[in-house]
């Protein structure tokens, strides 16, 4: 099993629509979980971060980690064709950080 | 003002020949990075630097060499490039690997392409 999972996609979505991206993880060490944005040609941004279970909420962003289920899930409320990107999570105990392998999703006007 | 700069961005190269890959953050950060992304854009890390002392080796060819000339820099030399290393390069900064938490900053990418 991989130590990070997540959706490929690609995810196509009408502009408006709420999308839902998800992660799953296998180490239980894991206890700041990020999520990063990624345009095309460029280098990934950090879009938002939690630590331990709960949920965060940031506009339109809102992430979630279930530590006991190991998932983690990042929802987009009205979505917008600038958010067309890959979105990769991340996950971090001390010095081991990893990365899904990202889900591409493009938001069509 | 550009946190964490790679040059070049693009290198089109022959197998077998010897590249660097430059980066550089003007953030202060005391961590360094190297990651490599694949045509299907996993991103794994290669390297990461704390203070000019290597602390993170994952399983890379030892034809891959980083070197930092201080804090600031974190180099990427490859030997003899083999078709396998194209892909793209990102370097990254992080404020101190003894944080708990690490707000990792990448620089745009250099887009390795081997023929």
């Known amino acids: 099993q991989k130590e990070v999972e997540q959706d490929p996609g690609p995810l196509s979505v009408p502009e408006g629509a709420i999308v839902s991206l998800n992660c799953t993880y296998s180490?239980?060490?894991?206890?700041?979980f990020m999520w990063y944005r990624q345009y095309s040609r460029k280098g990934p941004e950090l879009l938002m971060y939690?630590?331990?279970?709960g949920n965060k909420e940031d506009g339109r962003f809102t992430a979630q980690v279930d530590k006991s289920s190991k998932y983690i899930s990042l929802f987009i409320r009205d979505s917008q064709p600038s958010d067309s990107a890959t979105y990769l999570c991340?996950?971090?105990?001390?010095?081991?950080?990893?990365f899904g392998p990202g889900t591409r999703l493009s938001v069509l006007p | 003002d550009t946190a964490v700069s790679q040059t070049p961005k693009y290198l089109v190269t022959q197998m077998g020949n010897d590249k660097s890959i430059k980066c550089e953050q003007n953030l202060g950060h005391d961590t360094m990075y190297w990651y490599k992304q694949d045509s299907k854009k996993f991103l794994k890390i290669m390297f990461s630097y704390n203070n000019k002392e290597l602390i993170i080796n994952e399983t890379v060819p030892n034809r891959f060499s980083p070197k930092s000339p201080d804090k600031a820099h974190l180099n990427l030399h490859i030997n003899s490039l083999e078709l396998g290393d194209s892909a793209v390069y990102f370097c990254a900064s992080s404020q101190s690997r003894l944080s708990s938490y690490n707000e990792q900053f990448f620089g745009p990418g250099t887009r390795l392409t081997v023929l």
């Open positions: 991340a996950m971090t105990a001390g010095q081991n950080f990893v």
């Open positions: 939690t630590y331990s279970s």
């Open positions: 180490n239980s060490a894991f206890q700041y």
